[in-house]
Structure formats: C-alpha cells, structure tokens
Nanobody
Framework: QVQVVESGGGLVQPGGSLRLSCAAS????????IGWFRQAPGKEPEGVSC????????YYRDSVKCRFTISRDNAKNTVYLQMNSLKPEDTAVYYC??????????????WGQGTQVTVSS
C-alpha cells in the first residue's frame, strides 16, 4: 500500500525556518516523483516544489525560490522541504504527494494528510 506521511509543521515567527519531512512507504524510492503542495484558508491548492525520482531535477514556484530547498534521501525513502526566511503568506497546510514530476495536482496519485505551517509573530 502506497503511503506518504508529512511531519515537521508548526508555528514559527517571520524570518524563521522549518523542515518538513515526507516519509514514503509501499514503493521504492525510484518509482515516484514527490511534490509539495500547500493550501491556505479560502484559497486553491498550489504547487510549491517537486523533485524527480533520482533527485536530478527540482522545481520551485517563484515565490519560494531561494528560500525553500527540496531534497530526498532515497535510502530513507524520505523527502525534505527546508523552508527558510518564512513569511506570513507561507501559512498553509502543506501536503506531500507521490506521482509524476511536476507541480500540477492532477498528476499525483498518492497524498498525505497534511501538516499545518503557521508563520506569525
């Protein structure tokens, strides 16, 4: 059974950092790309970043470039999203998903339950 589980969310002050983790099970690490998405209250979900199966390719939405870094440890079947210089507008529920490389929700087959990130003073 394919499963992805997020962790690492929380409350942080503006300018702070958090590292989200996405632990995958039920598939080998070279099977699926992993994407991170977020959804703020009253807004549509948006793609944040994604990483290919081999970690050879990564992609970020413009608003997080130079602040967020995605990486994967295939030995641990885990993908990380390091978030630095956080802003209040980064507040959202963050989801990881396994699927095809890209930032479109429809190409991802397996989704986690989400982890809340709140950036506030």
């Amino acid at each position: 059974q394919v499963q992805v589980v997020e962790s690492g969310g929380g409350l942080v002050q503006p300018g702070g950092s958090l590292r989200l983790s996405c632990a995958a099970s039920g598939f080998t690490s070279d099977t699926y790309a992993i994407g991170w998405f977020r959804q703020a209250p009253g807004k549509e979900p948006e793609g944040v970043s994604c990483i290919s199966t081999s970690a050879g390719s990564t992609y970020y939405r413009d608003s997080v470039k130079c602040r967020f870094t995605i990486s994967r440890d295939n030995a641990k079947n885990t993908v990380y999203l390091q978030m630095n210089s956080l802003k209040p507008e980064d507040t959202a529920v963050y989801y990881c998903a396994a699927g095809v490389y890209g930032l479109t929700t429809g190409i991802y087959d397996y989704w986690g339950q989400g982890t809340q990130v709140t950036v506030s003073s």
